[in-house]
């Protein structure tokens, strides 16, 4: 994938071991210039806010931890052929990826993540 902003993505959330989305009655979903459903994520309440306000939504960001996304979220979305869609901006739309793609990402770097943590503590 040539766009920087899924790896840097998956580096930040897996670090704050969570993401951000837009929420009013429901996770915001959007469709892609092709039609594909996808749900925003943002690595930052900052993006996700400035994000909805472009596209003047009345959903508010919502933090999701790493192990809602993982347990609830990507099943569901799977179901529904819905795709996470990374860090869309009001120029760029976003990068959308196969949820078991996404899942295995977030899991392996939420590991070194994690290794590097309990690296320096021990």
Known sequence: MSDDRY????AKVAKWEGVWALYHNGW?????????????????????????????????????????MMEDLIPEWRDQDILPGITPTPALGPVVVD?????????SALKAVMTARFRKKS
Not at 7 to 10: K, L
Not at 99 to 107: E, I, N, Q, V, Y
Request: hydrophobic residues 40%; aromatic residues 10%; negative net charge.
């Open 7 to 10: 790896s840097d993505f998956i």
């Open 28 to 68: 915001l979903l959007h469709t892609t210039n092709d039609g594909q459903k996808f749900c925003p994520l943002f690595a930052s309440r900052e993006d996700a806010q400035s994000w909805g306000a472009s596209i003047q939504t009345n959903h508010v960001a919502t933090a999701i931890t790493l192990v809602e």
């Open 99 to 107: 949820p078991d793609r996404f899942s295995a990402d977030l899991l």
